[in-house]
């Protein structure tokens, strides 16, 4: 739709799906079962709503002429059925009712800082805890720490919301734009060689500055538990809100400006020099690797900042 003689844009959309035949594992039946089964089936069953949201505006004001564009859109889904064994025993293991991809793991409660800690602490994972190790909630209440004391933390790690906008000018040959994009409603673990100090490369992310020492006054503020050999301590480095971080970010994707004028004395109509870059900028709260890549193994290749400098003419 357009307002305003044709200045104002705007388009809204609403959807909502039920998504059949997606591809998934048979999770129901035993391993012990002697038969043949494909390593997926068109079972599953997935709701899906939301909204997209795009508007602009453009106009004209002596020979200034400027535009705005934005987009928005928000889309949440549910798993309906996944041929998953239910747990009736702990419920919050299931992934079924939860959103696609959503971040499961422990609930982080501080570290173990002092004897009496440790000497009240449950046994975690079959093993008593020592100083500088990693509390994670009972959620089960049943006196002890492991497997199950997992539950749904965090967001998805497919974003829910992603956004963009744009503007730009042209006044006497000047023309400059610029464009935003990013996405919200994600979260990611930071995990396995950006989690674990000297792990494969022989180098520890400035993370481990914030590790658990006992020697450290503040030690009750400590962000990362303490350094061991052959990370011994397995369970200091689960997936849990310790090491779980917001994937969303604000990117400066596009700039760039330029200039046209016109060399008629040697039959150029016009000359257009300008310069751009991309991916100038971008806000996040990750830090330690791009928020569109893997804060894992991250084999992917990182984004790059581009610059161009260029000249075109027309004749």
Known sequence: M??????YSLNVDYFAEDRSNIITALATVPGYVAAVLQDAYNIGIVKNKGFEIE????SKVKGFSYWMNGNFSFARNKIEYMNEALNTTYPNLNRTGHRVGEQFGYI????????EEVAAAPLYFGKQPTLGDTKYKDITNDGVINSNDQQAIGNPRFPEMSFGFSFGFSYKGFEASALFSGSGNTSVFVADYLWKPFNAFGSAADITEGRWSATDPNRANATFPKLTVDYGTAQNYYNSTLNLRSGS????KNVEVGY??????????NVRVFVS????????????????????YNWTYPQLQVYNVGCKFQF
């Open 2 to 7: 357009k307002f305003f003689n044709d200045h």
């Open 108 to 115: 982080f409660d501080g570290f173990f800082n002092t004897p």
């Open 277 to 296: 870059g991309q991916n100038l900028l971008t806000w996040d709260k990750l830090k330690v690797v791009d928020p569109e890549g893997d804060p894992g």
């Open 249 to 252: 970010y604000l990117r400066l």
């Open 55 to 58: 508007t602009g505006w453009n």
């Open 260 to 269: 046209n004028f016109s060399l008629k004395r040697i039959h150029v109509s």
